[in-house]
């Protein structure tokens, strides 16, 4: 889990509502993640960013959103257009290269994860 | 094609026997192969990885094997314990900001 934060643990949702998971990272990384995690599918990217201020949708963005005001900072706001929102989420970050390039071999790093139940 | 096609879903070995998990994908971009290890209620950790310029990788009990010419690679797991029972995804990138994961395989080691 390293110097990442995610809160809540868990989540419980009412239908209809919008709720909003944290991820907080210590780490000095520019790079920011949200994957949604389902039994048997792996890992999915909703949302990346890699400087603050900026952010790009990934595979399942349909139904959330980000900001990334900070940049040890990445909340993720499941809204009520998300279909199917009960899940495992996880948030990961990672740092570029001394060169200020991305490279394949810059691990990232997943925080503990929130676990989001729609009620 | 971005997919990463892993198996066995999930795989059951006796404490001291061998897991092989094996992972298989489209891309020849992806230069970059990490396997993750997942314990319940926890972010997945970075295990291992390899870059397609070697066969082999070892580190401590976990082998990656990587067969260029198939587009395959696999984790071995020697003399596996109890403790090594978690779930596992490989994954692959290719100089992005994107990791391709497999679908993971759920691993029980019984004493």
């Known amino acids: 889990d390293g110097g990442i934060t995610q809160s809540p643990k868990y989540l419980f949702r009412k239908e209809g509502q919008n709720v909003t998971l944290s991820c907080e990272q210590n780490?000095?990384?520019?790079?920011m993640y949200w994957y949604r995690q389902d039994p048997g599918q792996g890992l999915r990217l909703i949302y990346y960013?890699?400087?603050?201020?900026?952010?790009q949708k990934g595979d399942i963005a349909e139904g959330y959103s980000v900001s990334r005001e900070k940049k040890e900072s990445f909340p993720l706001t499941v809204t009520s257009a998300q279909k199917n929102p009960t899940a495992f989420y996880l948030c990961?970050?990672?740092?570029?290269?001394?060169?200020?390039?991305?490279?394949?071999?810059?691990?990232?790093?997943f925080g503990p994860g929130t676990r989001l139940t729609v009620l | 094609q971005q997919q990463v096609k892993q198996s066995p879903q999930s795989l059951i070995v006796q404490k001291g026997g061998i897991s092989i998990i094996n992972c298989a994908y489209e891309?020849?971009?992806?230069?970059?192969f990490p396997w993750y290890q997942q314990f319940p209620g926890k972010g997945p950790a970075l295990l291992i990885a390899?870059?397609?310029?070697?066969s082999e990788k070892k580190e401590g009990r976990f082998t990656i094997s990587f067969n260029k010419s198939a587009k395959q690679f696999s984790l071995h797991i020697m003399d596996s314990q109890p403790g090594d029972s978690a779930t596992y995804f490989c994954?692959?990138?290719?100089?992005?900001?994107?990791?391709?994961f497999g679908t993971g395989t759920r691993l029980q080691v019984f004493p």
């Open positions: 990961a970050s990672r740092n570029r290269g001394l060169a200020g390039e991305m490279s394949s071999t810059d691990t990232q790093y």
């Open positions: 780490l000095n990384h520019d790079a």
């Open positions: 960013s890699q400087i603050v201020n900026d952010f």
């Open positions: 891309n020849t971009a992806f230069d970059y």
């Open positions: 390899i870059r397609p310029d070697v």
């Open positions: 994954a692959a990138t290719y100089n992005t900001d994107k990791l391709i």
